[in-house]
């Protein structure tokens, strides 16, 4: 055999082995694609918040907790959950207030937050995770609600696993990022990683009200703007009433 012809039917060896070697590439890649095709799975397509389908749970709002919080100044994280609660009893939401460990490590929650939940049992626990405490799951099972509001101190723990479990026993998790604080900001930063990883959708509180509020001309409008520190809302409103006259 001449060395072309030789050459030849090498080229045409090496030419089969990878058309063989082709499907072989492509069974490699289906995984990825698998798991692309998972992961889309997992999104879910945009459903409103409304005052029926939600309810509002607050964890560890505490005072010795509050001490140790550095992403917000203390006055402004305590505006923020006062106003997140006025505007969900505006709203006639469903809230569970839960604490851990009150009588003997962080003591109880600040007082502005309990004077806007009067007869709120607010329910004590030594579990990490509020979702771990039969009591605390029994009082959200109990609203009947499918989507669920957090917040919480810290973020990364009381607000995120809760709401973590709450996305693996499918309901629709949220939290309300400025109304939760934490201790530092890797803290911060990994927590809301975490947590979108885990498909809870992170907002502010006032967005997620006036998403349940809906429409401007419900009744119930003014004592919610008024709640979120937005009463100039109600301002325009007088505004355009005077002119219609």
Request: charged share 20%; hydrophobic share 50%; net charge neutral.
């Amino acid at each position: 055999m001449e060395r072309r012809d030789f050459l030849h039917m090498a080229a045409l060896g090496g030419a089969v082995s990878t058309a063989l070697a082709a499907p072989a590439v492509a069974t490699a890649a289906q995984p990825n694609l698998s798991r692309e095709t998972n992961m889309s799975e997992r999104v879910r397509a945009y459903e409103p918040l409304t005052s029926e389908n939600t309810a509002l749970v607050l964890v560890d709002h505490q005072v010795g907790l509050m001490t140790g919080v550095r992403d917000y100044e203390t006055g402004e994280l305590k505006h923020n959950v006062v106003a997140l609660a006025k505007a969900a009893r505006a709203l006639k939401l469903p809230i569970v207030v839960t604490t851990t460990a009150r009588d003997s490590m962080w003591g109880p929650t600040f007082p502005e937050l309990v004077a806007v939940l009067p007869g709120i049992d607010i329910i004590d626990r030594s579990s990490v995770n509020a979702f771990d405490d039969a009591h605390v799951a029994q009082a959200i099972e109990a609203t009947g609600r499918k989507n669920l509001i957090f917040a919480g101190i810290s973020l990364e723990v009381c607000a995120a696993f809760p709401a973590m479990t709450a996305v693996r026993k499918n309901y629709t998790a949220f939290v309300a990022v400025d109304a939760s604080g934490t201790f530092n900001k890797t803290k911060r930063e990994t927590g809301l990683l975490r947590m979108q990883q885990a498909g809870v959708i992170v907002s502010d509180y006032a967005t997620l009200m006036v998403e349940i509020l809906k429409d401007n001309a419900k009744p119930e409008a003014a004592a919610v703007y008024a709640a979120i520190d937005m009463p100039w809302a109600g301002l325009v409103g007088q505004i355009a009433e005077a002119y219609r006259r």
